[in-house]
């Protein structure tokens, strides 16, 4: 996948950014992408929700990639015990 959260250590751009393709969006922008996404009337907590959503469905796109992730077995075993 070549979109991804990244992290500039140092320098006027230092803190973590968001590359699409070939294209670098900052957090600010990205954040800004999702809240405009919500409806008017979205609260605050609306808002927060839906950045960590976003945030959570990233990193876990991120580990698919580095191959990090678990069998669908595995997660159903896992589910399984909360479910039941």
């Not at 991804?4 to 973590?16: D, F, I, L, V």
């Amino acid at each position: 996948m070549d979109n991804q959260w990244y992290r500039r250590p140092t320098g006027r751009a230092a803190g973590w950014t968001w590359k699409e393709g070939s294209a670098i969006v900052t957090a600010k922008e990205k954040a800004a992408e999702v809240i405009s996404r919500l409806p008017d009337n979205a609260t605050v907590a609306d808002i927060i929700g839906e950045l960590y959503v976003q945030l959570k469905v990233e990193a876990g796109l991120r580990q698919l990639d580095e191959s990090k992730g678990i069998e669908h077995s595995e997660a159903k075993g896992r589910l399984k015990k909360w479910l039941t």
